[in-house]
């Protein structure tokens, strides 16, 4: 019977660990820091009220509200940290957060001398292209992209 009891006690410390995960791993705008990954979207909720939102380097990421006035989407642009903040219908500031994007984990960069190659490693490695790539290797991987978007239009 204690260990019945026992067992209970564990299962809803740990259900309650793994609802508590769940509701950290959703950004809120007032959190000190918000990471996103680099050519990535990720939908974070804002305060109530919110009317405008600011981007301090639109370079590094850029936000768009949705009509919900709830929601909004941060898409990692380029690496670094700049900072958001939100206005209220009157102007006035009622959150702000630091962004940060970071690098993708499912990436391999080949550093051959001075040329990079961006390889995209999810499942399997694949020419990508990234930030800091060779103009040669990211020229001829554009046009690889291009030809097969056009070879892929004309079967339709």
Do not use: W
Request: charged fraction near 20%; charge should be neutral.
């Amino acid at each position: 019977m204690k260990f019945a009891t026992s067992s209970r006690h564990l299962i809803a410390i740990a259900f309650s660990a793994f609802a508590l995960a769940g509701l950290t791993a959703q950004a809120v705008a007032n959190d000190k820091s918000i990471l996103v990954d680099i050519d990535y979207a990720r939908v974070v909720k804002i305060p109530d009220g919110a009317g405008t939102l600011v981007i301090g380097n639109p370079l590094v990421a850029d936000v768009t509200m949705l009509k919900s006035n709830q929601l909004m989407v941060i898409t990692g642009k380029s690496f670094g940290t700049t900072n958001l903040i939100v206005l209220d219908r009157t102007g006035a500031q009622v959150g702000e957060s630091l962004i940060t994007v970071v690098p993708t984990h499912d990436k391999l960069v080949m550093q051959r001398g001075p040329h990079r190659e961006s390889y995209s490693c999810k499942p399997d490695c694949m020419p990508s292209i990234d930030l800091g790539d060779d103009k040669e290797y990211l020229g001829q991987t554009l046009e690889t992209m291009r030809l097969h978007d056009s070879a892929a239009a004309t079967k339709r």
